[in-house]
C-alpha cells in the first residue's frame, strides 16, 4: 500500500468539497476548500 494512498483521497475529497460549495456560489468556502487541496498537494508532492 502507497504511502501517499490517504492523501490522495484527502486531495480528491478536498476538490469535491470545493466544487460543491462553488456550484453553490459560496466563493469564500470554495476557496477555503481550494487552499486546502493545494497545500495537501504542495506537501505530499
Known amino acids: 500500500m502507497s504511502a501517499k494512498l490517504f492523501p490522495t ?3 480528491a475529497l478536498d476538490v469535491c468539497a470545493s466544487l460543491v460549495y ?3 456560489g459560496d466563493l469564500r468556502h470554495f476557496v477555503c476548500w481550494t487552499a486546502c487541496a493545494v497545500l495537501t498537494t504542495t506537501v505530499t508532492y
Open 22 to 24: 462553488l456550484f453553490e
Open 9 to 11: 483521497i484527502l486531495i
